[in-house]
T-cell receptor, first 115, second 114 residues
Framework: GENVEQHPSTLSVQEGDSAVIKCTYS??????FPWYKQELGKGPQLIID?????GEKKDQRIAVTLNKTAKHFSLHITETQPEDSAVYFC??????????????FGRGTSLIVHP | DAGITQSPRHKVTETGTPVTLRCHQT?????MYWYRQDPGHGLRLIHY???????DKGEVSDGYSVSRSKTEDFLLTLESATSSQTSVYFC?????????????FGPGTRLTVL
């Protein structure tokens, strides 16, 4: 089955700095890679996703890059703000096409942004 | 926010007692999932459902059972709770629209087994 490794487990940055979280996956058939943000006391929420036919995707201060050859993908947050402090999860799966959609999650990165 | 509620939100119980957690959705999504979240382990899938009365096991299904008799409700049962089942439990839903399978998560249930 799929195995997703996520690093670092904790990331501490100063407000305004950039933050990068990296994930690797094992199953070359995986083609859908979502990222979730979990604030304290809440459930995870999708913030950005990327498919394997795209190398990079941006949404304001957030970007995700994908290297299919190396089987790794990364989340980049620029100009970090204190409200970016949360736990971030990456996941990998085969894009749903009518069958079961079962993503495999990384273990999470706790991002702390210091004012 | 997607219409997902979980009940109870907090529960303390004793070892050996049965426990049922409920997930209710108002989105009419086909797929429903139960995860547990533990420090250092991220989100681990317990069971999932791909339709009414259609369920399958995830990676950590031992000691858990599920039922889905209606589209909107997905129940997770711990037949005889153990301390190792102390965790935060999340329900999630998803649907296929245009190839997207975004999962929406509920607020979680914190379960403590003494």
């Amino acid at each position: 089955g799929e195995n997703v490794e996520q690093h670092p487990s904790t990331l501490s940055v100063q407000e305004g700095d950039s933050a990068v979280i990296k994930c690797t996956y094992s199953d070359s058939a995986s083609n859908y890679f979502p990222w979730y943000k979990q604030e304290l006391g809440k459930g995870p929420q999708l913030i950005i996703d990327i498919r394997s036919n795209v190398g990079e995707k941006k949404d304001q201060r957030i970007a995700v890059t994908l290297n299919k050859t190396a089987k790794h993908f990364s989340l980049h947050i620029t100009e970090t703000q204190p409200e970016d402090s949360a736990v971030y999860f990456c996941a990998a799966s085969i894009s749903p096409s009518g069958g079961s959609y079962i993503p495999t999650f990384g273990r999470g990165t706790s991002l702390i942004v210091h004012p | 926010d997607a219409g997902i509620t979980q009940s109870p939100r907090h529960k303390v119980t004793e070892t050996g007692t049965p426990v049922t957690l409920r997930c209710h959705q108002t989105e009419n999504h086909r797929y429903m999932y139960w995860y547990r979240q533990d420090p250092g382990h991220g989100l681990r899938l317990i069971h999932y459902s791909y339709g009414v009365k259609d369920t399958d096991k995830g990676e950590v299904s031992d000691g858990y059972s599920v039922s889905r008799s209606k589209t909107e409700d997905f129940l997770l049962t711990l037949e005889s709770a153990t301390s190792s089942q102390t965790s935060v439990y999340f329900c999630a839903i998803s649907e296929y629209r245009g190839g997207n399978g975004e999962q929406f998560f509920g607020p979680g249930t914190r379960l403590t087994v003494l």
